[in-house]
């Protein structure tokens, strides 16, 4: 079992920058890789980042590459996700989230654990 919780959200300008930050229990926390997701009004939940074991390789969302920075510390078992120059259309809950072993990093049907979320509101 694992539990996630996100931390970090909350109501920021466009142009601002957020660092979210997700604290992991149960598991040993470098055993797995980390995602992040979001999901606005309306909308399907969608991959943003995720994260090796390691940290040594990281994948982005198209609409997230040069924004956003994902990481982990494996040591304090957190996971982050820095995002700059955010934007209204960046307005969405946040969620961290593991994906079973082998599972392909970008699907939220792989993911097996989701923290709760973090919402995110990016005014104009």
């Known amino acids: 079992q694992v539990q996630l919780v996100e931390s970090g959200g909350g109501l920021v300008q466009a142009g601002d920058s957020l660092r979210l930050s997700c604290a992991a229990s149960?598991?040993?926390?470098?055993?797995?890789?980390v995602g992040w997701f979001r999901q606005a009004p309306g909308k399907e939940r969608e991959f943003v980042a995720a994260?090796?074991?390691?940290?040594?390789?990281?994948y982005y969302a198209d609409s997230a590459k040069g924004r956003v920075t994902i990481s982990r510390d494996n040591a304090k078992n957190m996971a982050y996700l820095r995002m700059n120059n955010l934007k209204p259309e960046d307005t969405a809950v946040y969620y961290c989230?593991?994906?079973?072993?082998?599972?392909?990093?970008?699907?939220?049907?792989?993911?097996?654990?989701w923290g709760r979320g973090t919402q995110v509101t990016v005014s104009s």
């Open positions: 149960g598991r040993t926390f470098s055993g797995y890789r």
């Open positions: 989230a593991v994906p079973r072993p082998g599972g392909i990093y970008y699907l939220s049907a792989e993911y097996d654990y």
């Open positions: 994260i090796t074991r390691s940290g040594g390789t990281t």
